[in-house]
């Protein structure tokens, strides 16, 4: 046990979430009788609704977050502390912003942006301030991790947007995605305050190996500076993942620190026809541009459900359990 003090931040607005209209496919999550219907005979065990709420409430509890159990278990059993698990809008409308008095309280923070792009969560210039603070204390380490933005593209004609779902939607090959489902809006807004832009772009397939394992990932070994990566072959088989591209000033301040090879068997990605053959899929701030740590990936780094487990064990030990830093900033 470090003594580390750990917390996952769901950058979602519960209450935006859940009142999504059933009758729209695009840009929110299922509701679980969805779920079950389509992935039969998988989660047959939540159908009583007397037990299990079938909406997106019951989606959101039961499948997602479920998710992220075993990290936030790994997490609490490596450090001695629990580890907190906190909803930007949570339960009874609750709206808990990343405030300093809880920044204060912990030295690793996790953003989940699984918040879905139509429900606009932004990071306030009070959030921005706070998070730039906490990484003013050479110790501390931020990951922020959106997930894929599916099916979008910007002034694109009404036609030439259904061409890109429908190559998407092929190319992923997942018959539970919408059309359109894009996801991360905190943490694009989060990042841009920050000073290094990031778009989590497409939902691309990741390779894979002869037994559906994940493929291994290109690592750039010199610029891991804290060992994240060490012991780390693999992340995940999720088969729609973003490429996350630096923009503006992003492309001076953040490094590529791990890339993961795409699936060149699956139906074709303008992404792929454009030259490319991997995605990246792990980003880190230079040295200089804050005193602690900030990273970049994807969302399911923490998920126990796409396979690559027990690489993903080994990231989060890195995490965690990374060496102290001589502490400067805050108190």
Known sequence: MNGRKVAVYYAWDRSMEVSAPLAVLE??????FESRRMLYPRFSELSDPER?????????????????VEFAEFASRET??????????????????????????????????FDSIRTA?????????????????????????????????????????????????????DKTIPPQQRFGGFARSLLSGLGVPVENLFGLRPAAQADGS????????????????????????????????????????????????????????????????????LLQARPGVFAGSLLVGDATLWSSTAGGVDNLRRLWKNVVGRPSRPVIGFS
Do not use: M, Y
């Open 27 to 32: 840009n929110r999550f299922p509701a679980l």
């Open 52 to 68: 299990f709420n079938q909406g997106i409430e019951g989606f959101l509890d039961q499948i997602l977050k479920k998710n992220f």
């Open 80 to 113: 001695g502390h629990r580890t907190l698990e906190i909803e930007r809008g949570g339960h009874d409308d609750r709206h808990t912003p990343l405030g300093n008095e809880f920044l204060r309280s912990i030295d690793t923070l996790i953003v989940i942006s």
């Open 121 to 173: 969560q932004q990071a306030s210039v009070e959030e921005i301030a706070g998070v730039a603070e906490f990484l003013e204390r050479t110790d501390n380490l931020v990951f922020v991790c959106p997930h894929h933005s599916i099916g979008h593209a910007d002034e694109a004609s009404e036609a030439a947007l259904r061409d890109l779902q429908l190559q998407e939607f092929l190319h992923h090959g």
């Open 214 to 281: 994940p493929a291994p990932i290109k690592i750039e070994r010199d610029l891991d500076h804290l060992g994240i990566l060490e012991g780390v072959t693999t992340f995940n088989a999720h088969p729609h993942l973003p490429h996350l591209r630096r923009v503006g000033d992003g492309g001076g301040k953040l490094d590529v620190l791990a890339r993961q090879r795409i699936d060149t068997a699956a139906p074709p990605h303008s992404f792929v026809q454009g030259g490319r053959t991997d995605f990246d899929a």
